[in-house]
């Protein structure tokens, strides 16, 4: 029986190893958003249906995990509710009829009704649909419904994180899950370009604090409508983003030649040669965009903003990279200003995070004007990253520091003393709960990793004083309680 | 339309100072259980609805939220699926007939047909939601699966501790959520009553931190079993203890007359008044109890186990009493040794956290002599203590510790330079970022309770210095960077 037992395909249980490796990823994510006055909020997992559909487009909304209350599979409609309504309507809308002894007839085939009552019964469920539950599969969408919610008890602008965990009813495969954890920041209800620059800090310190080198990339939606508009295919950006990030790899001639076959005319690519070409230092990209997109308002914005983001930065000194990329593109569609990206260095993996400005954060809920600027870690990302590089902190994943070994009822008592006093002082210990063989216990240590244990017998109950071991060199010697503290600590 | 947004009842939304006071809680928690050696895990929010059935009761299972995925309505059916399924069956069953031109006839009446139809209907959902999932609606069950998964990679005793939210259908109500997180500890695989003596030394502790008087109740299902077995009534042990907790209230004479109501014999009756009359200190209890149960074996081990328990924990000095409480009898058919309750001594409300020993956790799901001891913080309710009593630590819930004033391009140009020096140790800084009315600032900086602000203007530029003022007194005096720092720290 005991073999038959699973969790969700796409879910994880995290074991204390994991746990402790998440925790320090999410303490470091949240000591900097706190470093920079942001602050968290939580929202419930169950949101309305209403709050989550259409949100996320067509497949989006494929996704979503829907919840029903036991008994009451249909929104408003348990199945016995359902049914009922079912015949009733069909009595209502000339489905069946009922003639003598409250026996029915239908004067349609089988094939029509059944049609027919299919119809029907989507319909009922559509209608107690709207107020089902589901969760989150977003931090995003439940942020905009608390912005709205709480509108006038928030001051403006609004610093927020959320490290909660998302839903989504995707095909599970390998590295991506059903549940998972998502680590925003936003800022909402300001157009400062100090956001943007304060978000990038946020980056650049966490990465920081990891040991991973990264190279952050931005670029802007605004010069991206500027390089559509100058050469006329404003529907084309996408096509042209994807064939300017292959000039390393294919060369300029192929790049160009991808553009034709993709429909744009000699004219508009002969306008993207120095946009394909751009090369040199961010501030170099500049002065070149600048002189493109001289005939675009839309775009000389989108510069002037990149300006003033990368020339802050630079004058505060980021410990990474910066790098301004035109082939940056992600959510096109939702996204207006300002665009990030984060790339480990030294791990061949996808963008670990990301983010950008975006205006209209709630207007899908009845709140116009309030735009925002935000970021996103890739917590399971980063978690691969810090594994592959091994860069957790030994501290930050180890667990009992102590573990009191168990002679007996008498050394117990001894024992249980000078364990308060450890833990007093903030030291993680433990005492072995059964006075097992020394061999069991030794080795619950060593699987758990417990760098020192402390032996109790006679002797040292006569002395007053406890045994400390060090389990990686095996060195053993007699401490007193404030010895065995300090020698901690 | 923004009118109409909301979140499901029994849901809430925290707000950033919620946050705050609900991390001191969870982290003061999580604190103290590593200090006991405990080790983090966590379970996904979604299980097997097979994991979750059957293991609270029918009430319980009621009250599951099942989850299902986007389009498949009915576990393995789609609603067309399930519809076709309805019709096909029914002519199977004979419930409909065909006849000429595809038409079809019942020779049922419309109620015996309606009646058959439902039952079919709950037939067919059923067979689908063997496959379907559900959202978890405690820690316990999910920890007990997660046992059994991961049993080769566990070394026991496994001390584990997990905090995460839980789901209930239930009707919502004050006090009553249908989303709430739990924050439970337990050991399993060892039997020694010095993981009970640890449990009520977190307790101690975490209570103690928070600066809440407590009494922690302990109690001992085989003392209940043996009151029982010496009395002949096994089945009124909760019908004795309900009569036994009024005594204070109702005196001895209608606590016996309440007793004779239940059923149970003047005999039996006269065998409980010591027991009902039980009073003194815990030793004093103890004495009593070994002799009006020295003919129950179980009853005189539930004894010895207690006096084990309660000994151990005077010599180490606990902060807060324990108490010997009879009438404490959670989850008997749960709970197979030691009880616990803990009670808040300044504010009226219910247990603030409970235990105990159970045997067979794992049992369900295949593994048998897996037994184990646990605790469970309330954590909704010591919020509310805490706040009623106003004990969340000023430096705990505080967010944000300087606003940096915004006065225009060039000030910021300074400011940042020195914000920059201020989050590198370590202090919780924010800068406006626009350079709105002064007015709008020193709002933001007051609704967000921030005590300190930062002003830079033309001459604190010229002397490299920034003007620091305390919200509180209003004093402001001009300082270096360095000493801006030290101020704060």
């Not at 169950?46 to 209350?69: A, C, H, N, P, V």
């Not at 001289?294 to 003033?308: H, I, P, Q």
Request: aromatic fraction near 8%.
């Amino acid at each position: 029986m005991a073999t038959k037992i699973s969790i969700p395909k796409g879910t994880r249980d995290f074991s204390p190893i994991e746990m402790n490796k998440r925790n320090y990823i999410f303490d470091t994510i949240r000591e900097v958003y706190s470093l920079y006055g942001f602050q968290q909020i939580e929202t419930p997992a169950l949101e309305q249906l209403s709050t989550l559909m259409g949100k996320y487009g067509e497949e989006g909304d494929k996704l979503l995990f829907k919840i029903l209350d036991s008994g009451s599979y249909f929104g408003d409609f348990s199945y016995e509710q359902l049914f009922s309504q079912l015949i009733k309507e069909s009595l209502r809308k000339g489905y069946l009829k009922i003639y003598k002894n409250h026996k029915f007839k239908s004067n349609m085939d089988l094939n029509t009704l059944d049609q027919k009552l299919r119809a029907l019964i989507i319909d009922l469920i559509q209608r107690g649909v709207g107020r089902e539950k589901g969760l989150r599969y977003d931090l995003t969408v439940p942020f905009a419904r608390y912005v709205v919610m709480h509108r006038d008890e928030i001051t403006f602008p609004f610093k927020r994180y959320q490290i909660q965990p998302v839903w989504r009813a995707d095909r599970p495969q390998k590295g991506r899950y059903r549940e998972f954890y998502q680590c925003d920041a936003d800022v909402v209800g300001s157009d400062s370009l100090l956001n943007e620059v304060e978000l990038m800090q946020i980056v650049d310190t966490v990465f920081t604090r990891f040991g991973i080198r990264v190279c952050i990339k931005i670029n802007n939606r605004k010069i991206l409508t500027g390089i559509a508009e100058i050469i006329g295919e404003a529907d084309k950006i996408v096509d042209i983003t994807v064939a300017i990030d292959k000039l390393d790899k294919i060369g300029l001639d192929n790049v160009n030649a991808e553009l034709r076959e993709k429909g744009i005319g000699d004219e508009a690519i002969a306008k993207l040669q120095p946009i394909i070409l751009l090369s040199g230092t961010n501030e170099e990209k500049l002065v070149t965009l600048k002189e493109v997109l001289a005939d675009s308002e839309t775009g000389l914005k989108g510069v002037e903003e990149s300006e003033f983001i990368l020339s802050t930065l630079k004058n505060l000194g980021l410990k990474n990279e910066i790098e301004l990329d035109l082939t940056l593109a992600r959510g096109l569609n939702y996204y207006t200003g300002a665009i990030f990206e984060v790339k480990a260095l030294d791990v061949q993996i996808g963008s670990i995070t990301g983010g950008g400005r975006y205006d209209n954060l709630t207007g899908v809920f009845g709140l116009s004007g309030v735009s925002g600027v935000g970021i996103s870690f890739g917590a399971d990302r980063i978690f691969d990253v810090l594994n592959q590089l091994d860069l957790y902190p030994k501290e930050a994943v180890n667990a009992t520091q102590v573990l009191f070994i168990n002679f007996g009822e008498k050394e117990v008592a001894f024992s249980m003393q000078v364990l308060a006093q450890v833990r007093a002082a903030g030291i993680r210990a433990e005492i072995f709960p059964d006075a097992s063989k020394m061999k069991k216990q030794m080795g619950y240590a060593n699987s758990k990793n417990i760098p020192f244990v402390v032996l109790v017998g006679e002797n040292e109950m006569n002395e007053g004083k406890v045994t400390l071991k060090n389990m990686e060199t095996g060195e053993q010697r007699l401490v007193t309680a404030q010895e065995l503290i300090e020698e901690l600590c």
